[in-house]
């Protein structure tokens, strides 16, 4: 299967995740892979403004995208996040196997399409938590 990053469809969202092939239900997309971190390291690195790309497995696996931009699969994107797009809906989720996290379709998708996948709800409550408090740096993907 073949991806591409380019500018994703959701406005202020910087680069998205793009098939160029179709991709059926339930097929793994992706792998989501970067420097493999305790989540005590994660939070020192919230500080520096050093985060953004976590995925968190548990306490003593986290994988941290942030420094990894040649890893496709930070670049997906959230259809329900803070710029929506009518007729934009996630279509795939993050999937664990084995310790490894990986971007799992939940529908078919065509070639072409962007690939969304669902950051949670409770990341979005802390990004606007973020923008109400001034907590929040620009992420460029």
Request: charged share 30%.
């Given at each position: ?16 995740l793009f098939t160029?092939?179709a991709i059926r ?45 040649q890893h496709k ?69």
């Amino acid at each position: 299967m073949a991806l591409k990053v380019k500018k994703s469809l959701l406005p202020n969202a910087g680069k998205g995740l793009f098939t160029t092939t179709a991709i059926r239900k339930n097929k793994k997309i992706i792998e989501y892979k970067g420097e493999i971190i305790e989540w005590k390291e994660y939070e020192k690195r919230v500080k520096e403004n050093k985060d953004g790309y976590l995925f968190f497995v548990n306490k003593k696996r986290c994988i941290d995208a942030f420094s990894t931009p040649q890893h496709k699969a930070r670049y997906a994107n959230d259809a329900a996040g803070l710029s929506k797009v009518p007729g934009c809906k996630n279509n795939a989720s993050y999937q664990i196997f084995d310790d490894k996290c990986y971007i799992v379709a939940e529908r078919a998708i065509k070639a072409g399409e962007e690939i969304f996948v669902d950051y949670t709800k409770e990341y979005w409550a802390c990004i606007r938590y973020n923008i109400k408090h001034g907590y929040h740096g620009k992420v460029v993907k």
